[in-house]
């Protein structure tokens, strides 16, 4: 039990010195990753569906 307070202890020391994001630093970050998360779903659904009609065609 005493090593698990140690680490909590520890966790909490290293928790103080993150520099947390801002606001606006993390709007525009989460902005970011939203887009690009859009952009990848996108090409991945764009080649899927491209090698799909590719196999269909091959198949007939």
């Known amino acids: 039990m005493k090593k698990l307070q140690e680490y909590l202890k520890e966790v909490i020391q290293e928790l103080r010195k993150v520099s947390w994001?801002?606001?606006e630093e993390l709007k525009g970050s989460?902005?970011?990753?939203i887009f690009f998360s859009v952009v990848m779903a996108v090409f991945v659904w764009g080649v899927d569906f491209l090698l799909s009609e590719l196999f269909k065609m091959v198949i007939r």
């Open 21 to 23: 994001p801002g606001k």
């Open 30 to 33: 989460t902005t970011v990753v």
